[in-house]
């Protein structure tokens, strides 16, 4: 009894001990879930991109000449307009002022290759072609489901009509990142061969067009420059009829190398040339 009572009897202080030696590992396994923060589901800022600041830029620039006449003829000016006012463009293909149906060609050439170049850097012409040929197979199925007036048969066609319709709008919106571009270049050009023929003389804004006799100033079918015809002057219809040709060529060219390119690529070399 003696030696039984002078034993210690077990405590639970061990038992204690071994609690807070575990609870340092409870406390670190629940802190991150005190500590953690809820992850932010804003979508991300977008980048700043160079292209879509130009083709903004020029876009705005563009709509500004066209309201500002000042303004217009001033960044038109800025190109040069005479030798006593030259410029850049003027010393390249002005001739003095002594060619002004060679300098209409070559600014239209420089205008047109430059809005070619602009379309074909924005369009997917394989994407493009594509859509083309689908919107018209589904303009053809959704006649026949129109005309046998089952609506389960218009219903089904309605996904793909929208899906079509989105592709059709990426397209779009890509050519009109190009049409910024030519837009204020379009407005340059002309403004700026408008300045050059009304800066020069009258001998060298007087022309030969079979046969007849013209200057360039006056308005379209009028005997003089204040009288009948169309409210156009000569020099702006010739100067359109360069473009047209101009723009078709080098259309044609930029986009036949584009495509040329786009085979290489995908490995299908063993086309034609003429069948990209």
Not at 1 to 10: E, R
Not at 89 to 101: D, K, Q, R, V
Not at 153 to 167: D, G, M, N, S, V
Request: aromatic share 10%; charged share 15%.
């Amino acid at each position: 009894m003696s030696d039984d009572a002078g034993t210690p009897l077990p405590s639970a202080e061990p038992d204690d001990d071994d609690e807070e030696v575990e609870a340092p590992e409870d406390a670190a396994s629940e802190a991150p879930e005190e500590t953690a923060r809820p992850v932010s589901t804003a979508p991300p800022r977008p980048a700043f991109k160079l292209s879509t600041f130009l083709y903004v830029f020029l876009g705005m620039l563009g709509l500004w000449m066209l309201i500002d006449t000042n303004a217009r003829n001033q960044i038109g000016g800025a190109l040069g307009t005479s030798p006593v006012h030259s410029g850049p463009l003027y010393l390249a293909i002005g001739f003095s002022s002594n060619y002004l149906l060679l300098t209409m060609a070559l600014a239209g050439a420089v205008e047109m290759l430059v809005t070619a170049l602009a379309y074909n850097f924005t369009t997917d012409w394989v994407k493009a072609a594509k859509i083309q040929k689908w919107s018209s197979a589904f303009r053809k199925v959704q006649m026949e489901a129109v005309r046998s007036g089952k609506k389960d048969r218009i219903a089904a066609l309605k996904p793909h009509q929208e899906r079509l319709t989105r592709l059709s709008s990426e397209v779009s919106i890509a050519q009109f990142k190009g049409m910024a571009i030519t837009y204020f270049l379009l407005i340059l050009i002309y403004t700026w061969v408008g300045l050059v023929i009304a800066d020069a003389n009258v001998v060298q804004q007087t022309i030969s067009l079979g046969g007849t006799i013209i200057d360039l100033t006056c308005n379209v079918e009028g005997s003089s420059c204040h009288s009948g015809g169309l409210p156009i002057p000569w020099w702006f219809l010739i100067f359109s009829l360069y473009t047209v040709p101009f723009s078709m060529i080098f259309r044609r060219i930029l986009k036949h190398v584009w495509l040329r390119r786009y085979v290489q690529k995908q490995g299908l070399s063993g086309l034609a040339g003429g069948s990209a």
